[in-house]
């Protein structure tokens, strides 16, 4: 089985953790809040282990530093617009908890959340929670339910929701990459390359402007290997969705992305069910507390949030999160480590 551990507790109620082991040295540790990934040990080319997920020490910097790191985001990630939508011609007004924008689910999102183990096994844990109807503002009673599951050289993350009502869900994985090691540094010397051919330009709040865009000629152009630092948008780095459009295999899946770290051989390849993919550069990082006495600089880690599109329930032309009864959403990630060789 899984290996539990108690934390600690919050608000009374304790928090666990759920170290899964895989074969080769693969290692994950999950925690109930927030359904996070809170470690995960990877081999690189010589055979080294490191811990490639940026978190923190305390459960109180976990509630207090912000970022997301690590956590399950919902019930709808990313922004939305003003906080507000129309759902079957009735308005819906959700929490507006990043100025009068509406981001992760509000500030009580799922990443607040101490979710159950409703199961577990030696490489494997299963967390759910409720999310009661009218919470944050979103309609309908939600049940979801996160599988985090090692095999291989890989690691997979299913996300699934139902609902008693019309409502609208996305979820995503909130976890800070460094291929060369949480606490190393910034990531901008590590190589990426999406299959995207498109991406979504926004505004100064962060929400799409409706239009999408070629990403030739422009800094979102990744569809060759390059430095993540070589060609930035701004002073703020990456915080934008990229449009997937390598077509879906026979499991439902897409090519997503690749990074390497060059210096460690390490390399990280994800496929997705999503037609998105939120590229963010951790810009608000600025010597933030992390793990093992590390302070996070600037750049310290990439997310790469598979999902729906930001603010897609205010534009129809955009892939939709409306999730009805009797339909089940279903999210998935599939990541593999495998190094590169000498």
């Known amino acids: 089985m899984a290996e539990i551990a108690t934390l600690g507790q919050i608000g009374g109620v304790d928090v666990l953790s759920a170290t899964l082991t895989g074969p080769g040295g693969l290692r994950a540790v999950l925690l109930t809040y927030g359904a996070r990934l809170a470690q995960l ?46 759902l079957d011609g009735q308005l819906v007004q959700v929490d507006q908890n990043e100025g009068a924008q509406h981001l992760h689910g509000g500030v009580q999102g799922f990443d607040r959340k101490i979710w159950d183990i409703d199961s577990h096994r030696d490489a494997q844990v299963t967390f759910v929670t409720t ?13 979801a339910q996160v599988i985090y599951r090692l095999q291989g050289a ?10 008693d009502a019309p409502t609208v869900v996305n979820l995503v994985n909130h976890a800070y990459f ?14 990426l390359q999406v299959e995207a051919e498109f991406y979504l330009p926004v505004d100064d709040r962060l929400i799409p402007t409706g239009e999408v865009l070629s990403v030739t000629g422009t800094a979102f152009d990744f569809r060759t290997p390059r430095p993540i630092g070589a060609q930035m948008p701004g002073p703020g780095g ?18 997503c992305l690749e990074v390497v770290d060059p210096a460690s051989g390490r390399q990280m ?14 810009a608000h990082f600025d010597g933030t507390p992390g793990k093992a006495g590390a302070r996070y600089p600037r750049f310290a880690g990439f997310a790469v949030e598979t999902q729906r599109f930001p ?9 939709s999160a409306r999730l ?16 590169l060789v000498e």
Do not use: K
């Open 324 to 339: 009805d009864p009797g339909q089940t959403y279903r999210h998935q990630m599939l990541f593999d480590f495998t190094p």
């Open 238 to 255: 990456f915080d934008h969705n990229l449009c997937l459009t390598a077509p879906l295999d026979a499991q439902g899946l897409r090519p």
């Open 269 to 282: 390849r994800l496929a997705t069910t999503e037609p998105g993919v939120q590229l963010y550069t951790g």
């Open 154 to 163: 890989g690691l997979e993350i299913e996300m699934t929701a139902q609902t």
């Open 311 to 319: 603010d897609s329930p205010n534009r129809p032309h955009f892939p």
């Open 131 to 143: 999310s009661p109807a009218g919470e944050m503002g979103y309609p309908g009673a939600v049940q």
């Open 178 to 191: 460094n291929l060369a090691g949480q606490g190393s540094g910034d990531v901008l010397a590590q190589h």
């Open 41 to 86: 040990w990877v081999l690189d080319r010589s055979g080294a282990l490191a811990d490639i997920v940026l978190g923190h020490e305390t459960l109180a910097d976990w509630q207090t530093q912000g970022g997301y790191l690590g956590a399950t985001c919902g019930r709808y990630s990313n922004r939305i617009a003003d906080g507000r939508f129309v």
